[in-house]
């Protein structure tokens, strides 16, 4: 009897680790990041690339250790939390938000929508990897929006930073809209990079025209000295008719970010786009976020690149996070490589 309760004991402590080990392990399904990962170590389909693609992606492969990996995701204010589901409030989704991120493995975040308390806490869970940049959009950057720009820093040296202001007219509480931009050099390739983050108006289609043109021209000057990155949800629904957007002047958003020498990196990636045509998970039918992958066509957040900027892969990754969507949008994921200097 004795050596059976012994028995029974060590069987239960080994169960209970088991499931204590699995539960500190979040589940991340419906990543099509791994689509990408291995598009770019598997045998290519040679039947059905160009032979300028399979020169491209053979170059890319022989510079693996120098691509760098640029994420956009806008990770949603807890501002009208009461609006969700309690498992779709910042405390309940905080721990899939920083999983994802761990599982995005990003060179640098540009982010949208963080609040102090969100950001203070995202840095502390993903620990001295990561450092930011960036102010808050309101009270002289003490409170408001912190779309700040996050880097991993045994890979880039910040070298300078700044916050650029554009007046606009008052929505939400703010009179302007912040641009940061930092000038990274890469520690690997010795290359110096500037990156922008930005999150254009939602209501206001003036204000997202204005601050459009004033980010446009902010790219042209940062790429006489470097060439240029520009991350953002920059909110261009675009003109589909049919269905019922808040707005339909996204395409001409898009026009005005790319006339001042910005490449859209999903339509020059080598390797191509993977996952859903959309950045958010907002269902039409029933008027909810956190629900679907979203409606095709509607794609409100973006990579941009300067031309000399080879990109090889462009994601959406609408992963699940232990069965959840960690925000209401979907992060973009770019993999690129720099122009070599000199």
């Not at 501002?79 to 599982?103: G, I, M, S, T």
């Not at 102090?116 to 003490?142: F, P, T, V």
Request: proline letters at 4%; hydrophobic letters at 40%; one cysteine or more.
């Amino acid at each position: 009897m004795r050596s059976q309760r012994i028995f029974h004991y060590l069987a239960l402590t080994f169960l209970y680790c088991c499931l204590s080990l699995s539960s500190a392990t979040a589940v991340v399904t419906e990543s099509p990041l791994a689509l990408m990962e291995t598009f770019m170590s598997a045998p290519l389909p040679e039947k059905k690339l160009t032979r300028e693609q399979q020169v491209a992606i053979a170059e890319a492969r022989d510079c693996r250790d120098a691509v760098l990996r640029i994420v956009s995701y806008n990770l949603l204010f807890d501002l009208y939390d009461q609006n969700h589901p309690e498992k779709h409030r910042w405390p309940q989704r905080q721990q899939r938000v920083v999983e994802h991120l761990q599982h995005l493995n990003a060179d640098v975040i540009g982010t949208q929508e963080l609040q102090r308390n969100q950001l203070d806490a995202l840095m502390r869970a993903l620990g001295d990897q990561y450092a930011y940049y960036g102010i808050g959009s309101k009270q002289e950057g003490a409170a408001g929006d912190f779309d700040v720009i996050i880097y991993r820093r045994d890979r880039l040296k910040l070298i300078d930073a700044a916050s650029h202001t554009v007046a606009t007219e008052a929505s939400y509480g703010a009179k302007y809209k912040l641009v940061h931009g930092c000038i990274f050099c890469d520690k690997i390739t010795g290359t110096y990079f500037a990156f922008l983050n930005a999150h254009l108006s939602f209501a206001n289609m003036n204000n997202r025209h204005k601050e459009a043109k004033f980010l446009a021209s902010l790219a042209r000057c940062y790429s006489e000295c470097s060439p240029v990155i520009v991350t953002g949800d920059f909110n261009t629904f675009p003109m589909l008719p049919e269905h019922d957007l808040p707005a339909y002047d996204g395409d001409q958003v898009l026009c005005i970010l790319m006339s001042q020498g910005l490449c859209n990196s999903m339509q020059g990636a080598v390797c191509g786009h993977f996952g859903p045509l959309s950045t958010t998970n907002f269902c039409e039918e029933s008027r909810e976020v956190f629900v679907d992958r979203g409606t095709p066509g509607v794609m409100l957040d973006h990579v941009l690149v300067s031309d000399s900027i080879k990109v090889i892969g462009h994601v959406h990754d609408a992963a699940r996070i232990d069965g959840e969507y960690a925000s209401d949008h979907f992060p973009v994921v770019v993999d690129l490589l720099l122009p070599c200097s000199g």
